[in-house]
Structure formats: structure tokens, C-alpha cells
């Protein structure tokens, strides 16, 4: 079973292909608004490049991913600016594209599936990210993609230093269908994920999704914590974490960097989500991350409802970004 697209053709659904398209409006129509003046006419000239490179980093794909871009597209020696969109296109998509390999077990190149052979149920997913994020959101509906497949879904509600995260994860598992671990406001973490996976295993679940706190501003304590809850996680199913999912609110611009630089380094981050796309106007920061730190995006947050977490298809993103009109 899959999210979006099958393995027959690898294609995201017209749905959600529209949704990313309505998705990554404001970044298309600011950050990305030159793109249709700048390959408007046939000509290359001096100006092109400097122009090129003002839209790639004021739309957050980061200084050294659009100066490696640009690098790229002029050792292509495209002759005209339709060329030089064409050969965009396609680094853009490739940079994506390249990393679509990851260090997890759920999530593949063809599908994002709960792969059963790959691991022992119960599936065990980490989310991390700062405060904010879009966490326990992305949580939310992550779980609701798998209880519509019919799994059995468990979230523990590890962010334990704020009240409301408990309640707003419960309140999600109540509206979508999955149970929740919780204990009191100021528990230990790593004791909210130990029992959340004993009764996991006990009840035969298929995946269990732990929730973290995201105190940034104290990152010696926070680290500590998640290397806490890693170890218990590698104790209770004798593997470490099938994914690490790391929680990256689209319109953070370059500060998502830092939070992709320290969150790896620490919690052995596999995959990205970008939460809050369709707020974000310099949604960029996706190719940063991909090209400065090897991780693949495999969701996106783009709107306010329940079914608004769909799979990260490059293609179908990348386009949606170059388009030359208002469609």
C-alpha cells in the first residue's frame, strides 16, 4: 500500500499535484515571480545569470546550492533561455531526485508505504523538530494517512514539557482514529516511548509515532533527551528507529539549515517534512537541504485539513514552482 502514487507509473495523483501547485503559490509569486520575465525573451545575455542567481537565494535555496546550480547550468552552454529553463528544470528535479535514497526503512523511492518485510512490527517512527514546527500536526496527520490504510496506529506523546502538546495529540487521535500514550505534563520522555512501545508490541500495533520536545534554545538538555529515547527505542525492538522525521516549518527560510545541521547530528535525522508550505513565500529551503545535507524531503504540510500532509514528489514540485502563469 502506498501514499499518492503507485509503483505501476510513480506519478502523484491529480489531487495532490493541484494541492502542491495551490501550495507553493506565494513562494511562485514572489520569490519565483521572475522566473517568467527572465525566460521570456531568446537571447542570453550578461544579465541573465546575475538575475537567475537573485531569484535562486532570495527564494532560500541557499547561497552555495544556487552558486553550484548556476555553475551546473552554464557548463551545459544552453545557446537559448528556453534552454536555460529546460536545463533548470531538470538540475532542480535532480538535486531532489538524488537524494530520494535515505538512510530509513518505511519510506521508499516508488512508494511511501509501511514496508513490513523491511522491519519487525511494530514500525517505530521518531518526529523531531523545534517547538513550533508543525510536530505534532504533521503527527497527526501521518497517522491518519495509515489508519486509512488500515493499520493499526499508535502516537506516544512525548512532547511532555507542554500541556497542550499532549492534549492536541490526543484530540488528534480521537478525530482520526488512533490511540495515544500520554502521561503527565513533565514525565520522562523516554518513559512515555517505553511504554508506548511495550503496548505496542503487547497489542499487536503496526506503527507507533513518537512525538518530541523541541527545545532548541536549550540543546545540550534536548540532546540529551533524544539520545535518552533512542536508546530506549533500540532496547525495546533491538534496531534503532525505523525513520527519523524531522519537522521543518516551510517559512523558517535558512534557519531550517541549522535545525537540519544539529537535529542530524544528534538524532540521526532520515527524512525531512516541510510543514506550512502553502504559507511559506520562499519555499527553497527544500533544495538547500537536499544538496547541503543529503536528506530527502517525503512530506509536505499544504493546507489546514486533516488529509493536507501528502507525499514530496520533485517533479510534480518543481514545475509548480516554474510555472509561467497563473493557471
Do not use: C
Not at 40 to 59: F, G, P, R, T, Y
Not at 60 to 77: Q, Y
Not at 274 to 284: C, N, T
Amino acid at each position: 500500500m502506498g501514499f499518492g502514487r503507485s509503483q505501476e507509473d510513480s506519478q502523484i495523483s491529480d489531487v495532490d499535484r493541484g494541492k502542491i501547485k495551490q501550495a507553493t503559490k506565494k513562494t511562485r509569486l514572489s520569490a519565483f515571480s521572475k522566473i517568467t520575465g527572465l525566460f521570456s525573451m531568446d537571447a542570453i545575455s550578461a544579465d541573465l545569470w546575475e538575475e537567475l542567481e537573485e531569484v535562486l537565494i532570495s527564494a532560500d535555496v541557499g547561497v552555495k546550492t544556487s552558486f553550484e546550480i548556476l555553475d551546473r547550468l552554464k557548463a551545459e552552454k544552453p545557446k537559448t533561455r528556453p534552454e536555460v529553463k529546460e536545463a533548470l528544470r531538470d538540475s532542480l528535479i535532480e538535486i531532489l531526485e538524488s537524494v530520494e535514497e535515505t538512510a530509513g526503512k518505511l519510506w521508499d523511492n516508488d512508494e511511501l508505504n509501511l514496508n513490513l518485510k523491511a522491519v519487525n512490527s511494530p514500525a517505530v517512527v521518531l518526529v523531531v523538530g523545534v517547538n513550533g514546527s508543525g510536530k505534532t500536526t504533521v503527527i497527526g496527520r501521518l497517522a491518519s494517512l495509515y489508519v486509512k490504510e488500515g493499520y493499526r496506529v499508535m502516537a506516544a506523546a512525548g512532547d511532555t514539557y507542554r500541556a497542550a502538546a499532549i492534549d492536541q495529540l490526543q484530540a488528534w487521535g480521537a478525530t482520526v482514529g488512533f490511540d495515544v500514550i500520554a502521561q503527565q505534563p513533565g514525565a520522562d520522555p523516554a518513559a512515555v516511548a517505553f511504554d508506548a512501545i511495550n503496548a505496542g508490541k503487547a497489542r499487536l500495533y503496526d506503527l507507533i509515532i513518537i512525538d518530541t520536545a523541541g527545545r532548541l534554545q536549550n540543546k545540550t538538555s534536548l540532546m540529551e533527551e533524544l539520545a535518552k529515547i533512542k536508546r530506549v527505542i533500540t532496547r525495546q525492538i533491538d534496531r534503532e528507529p525505523d525513520e527519523v522525521l524531522l519537522v521543518i516549518d516551510s517559512t523558517t527560510g535558512q534557519n531550517g539549515l541549522i535545525q537540519a545541521e544539529v537535529f542530524t547530528k544528534e538524532a540521526g535525522v532520515t527524512s525531512i517534512a516541510l510543514s506550512k508550505l502553502d504559507g511559506a513565500g520562499r519555499g527553497g529551503i527544500a533544495f538547500a537541504i537536499a544538496q547541503e545535507y543529503g536528506l530527502p524531503v517525503k512530506f509536505v504540510g499544504v493546507g489546514e485539513h486533516e488529509s493536507d500532509l501528502i507525499p514530496f514528489i520533485p517533479e510534480a514540485f518543481v514545475d509548480a514552482l516554474l510555472l509561467d502563469r497563473e493557471e
